[in-house]
């Protein structure tokens, strides 16, 4: 989960620098940080469900609101299939 978090944090610093600092930038750069972050966030937001068992899922603690974000997160701003899509076609 740490390295799944940081590798995302990695991706999405260096798009965010990359396309600050060229002209015109490049959307495939931000889609692949958004695809990436979105399912990195969902994957570790899932395991810690499954850490916490059937806490994970109750209301009163955190872990089942940043569940549902994540997965909310596929979708907004674009779902994630479809961004894909339109990131090959910038390639
Ligand atoms: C929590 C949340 C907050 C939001 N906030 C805002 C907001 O503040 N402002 C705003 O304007 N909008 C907002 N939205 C809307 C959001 O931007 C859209 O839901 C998002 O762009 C996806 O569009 P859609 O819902 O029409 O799904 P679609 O694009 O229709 O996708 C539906 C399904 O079809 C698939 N799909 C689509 N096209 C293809 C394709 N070509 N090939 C294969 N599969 C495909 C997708 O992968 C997905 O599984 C929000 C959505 C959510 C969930």
């Known amino acids: 989960m740490f390295q799944k978090v940081e590798?995302?944090?990695a991706l999405s610093?260096?798009?965010?620098?990359y396309n600050l600092n060229n002209t015109p930038p490049?959307?495939?750069y931000s889609i692949a940080?958004?695809?990436?972050c979105t399912q990195t966030a969902f994957e570790v937001a899932n395991d810690a469900v499954q850490i916490l068992g059937g806490i994970g899922l109750s209301k009163e603690?955190?872990?089942?609101?940043?569940?549902?974000?994540a997965r909310a997160a596929l979708?907004?701003?674009?779902?994630?299939?479809?961004?894909?899509?339109t990131g090959a076609h910038c390639l």
């Open 33 to 36: 940080s958004k695809v990436f």
């Open 75 to 85: 979708i907004e701003d674009g779902a994630n299939d479809s961004l894909m899509i």
């Open 61 to 69: 603690y955190p872990v089942e609101k940043i569940f549902r974000d």
């Open 7 to 9: 590798a995302a944090r």
């Open 26 to 28: 490049l959307t495939h």
């Open 13 to 17: 610093r260096a798009a965010l620098i």
